[in-house]
């Protein structure tokens, strides 16, 4: 496998580590701010991926081109494949489901209303190699083809 940064972009609680855990652990390495708590820490996990050559895996909200440019930039300096998964998602909905999530994994409500605000879809134009869309059904993900329409 070529080295590859696959970026999630989605609010809280739209399923973004459970897609990591069902479909991505084991092949990827797991970024994410929920884990390391501090953009130091994740920084030196990203540097560590990429000068060991390691493909993974950014689990952040990531709602902005903005927030997604420094993830793009550093990969494409090093030679790497940039694929990105966009998580349709229905605020209501992620709202239930973060009310489920027990200790700090629990944000505020305004929290995700925050972050679903700021929310851009993202674009191929931004830099990445391929987008994937998905949303939750029936307890299950789905996984389509992108489109710059959706």
């Known amino acids: 496998m070529d080295k590859k940064i696959i970026i999630f972009t989605g609010i809280q609680a739209s399923g973004k580590t459970s897609f990591y855990k ?6 990827y390495e797991h970024i994410s701010l929920d884990i390391l708590h501090t953009r130091n820490k994740e920084n ?19 709602p902005s081109a903005e927030d997604r440019r ?3 930039e550093k990969a494409l300096e ?5 694929e990105g998964y966009y998580f349709a998602s ?8 973060n009310r489920q999530r027990e200790g700090k994994a629990c944000v505020p409500d305004c929290a995700v209303a925050s ?6 879809i993202p674009s ?6 391929k987008l994937n869309y998905v949303k939750m059904e029936n307890g299950g993900f789905v996984i389509e083809d992108w489109s710059e329409d959706k």
């Open 22 to 27: 069902c479909f991505l652990s084991g092949e």
């Open 115 to 120: 972050t679903y605000n700021k929310l851009e």
């Open 44 to 62: 030196i996990a990203i540097d560590k991926c990429f000068r060991d050559g390691r493909s993974f895996v950014i689990d952040n909200t990531n």
């Open 70 to 72: 420094k993830y793009i």
């Open 124 to 129: 191929l134009k931004e830099g990445f190699h």
């Open 90 to 97: 229905v605020i209501a909905d992620c709202i239930n489901r």
């Open 78 to 82: 090093h030679g790497y494949y940039i």
